[in-house]
Nanobody, 121 residues
Framework: QVKVVESGGGLVQDGGSLRLSCTVD????????MGWFRQAPGEERERVSC????????DYADFVQGRFTISRDNVKKTVFLQMNSLKPTDTAMYYC??????????????WGQGTQVTVSS
């Protein structure tokens, strides 16, 4: 059974930074693309960033481009999201997901419970 656990969320001031972590058990992480998503109250879930399995190529939503960085450590089975220059509009529950395949063009299939990020103005 695949288990996905996020951590690292919290309360931070406008302009601050946080680093989210996502640890995955139950599969060989390097074979799968991994993504970070977020959902604010009353809003739909949206993709923040994705990193492929082989090679670790990454893509980002326009609203985080240049501020967030996704990375992965396949040995430690962990994916990270470094978030800098945070804005109040980044406030949301952040979720980590394991994709069905190695590329971000596939679909997410295993989700964590989420970690809350709150940015105060």
């Amino acid at each position: 059974q695949v288990k996905v656990v996020e951590s690292g969320g919290g309360l931070v001031q406008d302009g601050g930074s946080l680093r989210l972590s996502c640890t995955v058990d139950g599969l060989t992480l390097g074979n799968y693309a991994m993504g970070w998503f977020r959902q604010a109250p009353g809003e739909e879930r949206e993709r923040v960033s994705c990193i492929s399995g082989p090679g670790g190529s990454a893509d980002y939503a326009d609203f985080v481009q240049g501020r967030f960085t996704i990375s992965r450590d396949n040995v430690k089975k962990t994916v990270f999201l470094q978030m800098n220059s945070l804005k109040p509009t980044d406030t949301a529950m952040y979720y980590c997901a394991v994709y069905r395949g190695s590329w971000c063009s596939s679909q997410p299939q295993n989700w964590g419970q989420g970690t809350q990020v709150t940015v105060s103005s």
